[in-house]
């Protein structure tokens, strides 16, 4: 990041003292500075105190993430996902910003929602964790919680990597709460947090820089019988639909995949394609074949 923004401390806290007043009654850490005189509902749940949090520092190491898996969608839709937010150990924050809005191309081509970085301070970091390690559940939620009352939502996962520990949480439906059980609290705090990362940047509110991304990851699935959609020819001269690699596993959805520099991506003539390409561009291939390629910028953790 060339020239990155570091986001202010007391709009990072407002937004988190935000978040954690409409938890369901959790409690709430000093780090997460409510307004004097704020209610503090005593929960079920204990929240442990976490003084000078350690975490990783690599620049392209996770310490915080929130993601979403599965659910009823097209592959092209999964191919393209990206993790909503992801706090790296220098304190570099990625995240989309999820309320901006797209306008409809004509080609109905779809580019991905604006992917936005930042800075955090190592106290914001800190106020991040506690909020999410108490607050917010992680550090006391299992592994995984189903929900078999619904079938078709997505998982939503949590990844921390703080206080000398790392931990995946999977959460199905998340938001989605059924029947009170003894679940129920810690679920609700999971949501809130979810929801507050799901929306890091409180709408646009606090500065941050577009993403830049130095590699994109190019996944190529092969279509028969499509009609209807404006195809493109195959747009390189050096790489082929055989330089996709494809999965070993002759089960597995036979999507080739291949990193691809910002300059093979721009050479699909889709602008701008910065965030990500999510529909799929439909190519011809010079052997006549047909194509759906969607293209995903890689973030700082992932190499393909």
């Known amino acids: 990041m060339s020239t990155s923004n570091r986001l202010p401390v007391a709009l990072l806290l407002v937004a988190l003292g935000a978040a954690a007043c409409g938890s369901g009654g959790a409690s709430t850490p ?17 929240s442990p105190s976490f003084a000078g949090i350690a975490h990783p520092t690599g620049a392209d190491e996770v310490v915080l993430r929130f993601d979403e898996a599965g659910g009823f969608t097209p592959p092209e839709f999964q191919a393209a996902r990206l993790p909503y937010f992801t706090l790296y150990g220098d304190g570099r924050v990625v995240f989309v910003q999820t309320t901006a809005e797209q306008p409809p191309r004509e080609d ?5 929602l604006p992917l936005r970085t930042g800075t955090l301070s190592e106290e914001q970091m800190g106020d991040l964790l506690a909020y999410a390690l108490t607050d917010g559940g992680l550090a006391i939620a299992k592994a995984s919680y189903d929900n078999p009352m619904v079938a078709d939502a997505p998982t939503a996962v949590f990844t921390v990597n703080a206080d000398n520990d790392s931990k995946t949480v999977s959460v199905t439906a998340l938001g989605m709460e059924g029947e009170p059980g003894p679940d129920t609290v810690i679920l609700k705090r999971l949501a809130t947090l979810g929801g507050r990362l799901r929306n890091f940047d409180q709408g646009g509110s606090l500065a941050s820089d577009p993403y830049q991304s130095a590699a994109y990851r190019g996944v190529l699935l092969e279509q028969q019988g499509i009609t209807g959609v404006r195809l493109r020819d195959w747009p390189w001269t ?22 691809l520099t910002p300059e093979q991506v721009a050479a699909l003539g889709i602008d701008p394609y910065q965030n990500g390409i999510s529909s799929g561009v439909w190519l011809k291939a010079d052997d006549g074949k047909v194509y759906s390629l969607v293209v995903r910028p890689l973030l700082p953790d992932e190499t393909a």
């Open 238 to 259: 050096d790489i082929t639909p055989a330089a996709f690699t494809l999965p070993k596993d002759t089960g597995a959805l036979q999507q080739g995949t291949r990193t």
């Open 108 to 112: 109905n081509v779809f580019v991905g």
């Open 30 to 46: 000093a780090s997460a500075s409510l307004a004097p005189g704020s209610p503090v509902t005593p929960t079920a749940i204990p």
